[in-house]
């Protein structure tokens, strides 16, 4: 049995924010947003070259009842660390320093302006044609 994982809820206070954080400043693709009904607000995005997308919304049974900033150690995967860490701080992200914790993986921590925590992550046999 196959199984894909391809969309992760994120809690956010301000979906306008949340948005304008993930586009603009993690430059994640905007797939969806949308309002199907009175009070529900759907909005999908996606990091650039994932196949797994989060999801961003207000008045979903279940995923509205998520508290804000709860989400922690969201994974992304990149093939250059500093690239990407100098890129996020160029776009206004506040990020940690880079980590070494051996084995050729490396991390960088941050926040979107919910308290989420998400993390970058470099893991040396991942990289290059291997990414």
Not at 105 to 125: C, H, I, R, S
């Amino acid at each position: 049995m196959d199984m894909k994982l391809e969309l992760v809820p994120i809690p956010v206070t301000d979906v306008d924010k949340a948005k304008a954080f993930y586009t603009d400043q993690l430059g994640f693709g905007l797939d969806v947003d949308v309002q199907p009904s009175e009070g529900v607000r759907i909005v999908q995005l996606t990091p650039p070259g994932s196949a797994c997308s989060i999801l961003i919304s207000t008045g979903l049974s279940g995923i509205s009842d998520m508290a804000p900033g709860t989400i922690k150690g969201l994974h992304l995967v990149v093939d250059d660390i500093a690239h990407a860490r100098s890129e996020l701080i160029s776009r206004g992200v506040d990020v940690s320093d880079i980590t070494d914790v051996g084995g050729g993986v490396k991390y960088v921590w941050f926040n979107d302006p919910d308290g989420n925590g998400l993390t970058l992550q470099e893991m040396a046999w991942r990289t290059g044609d291997s990414f």
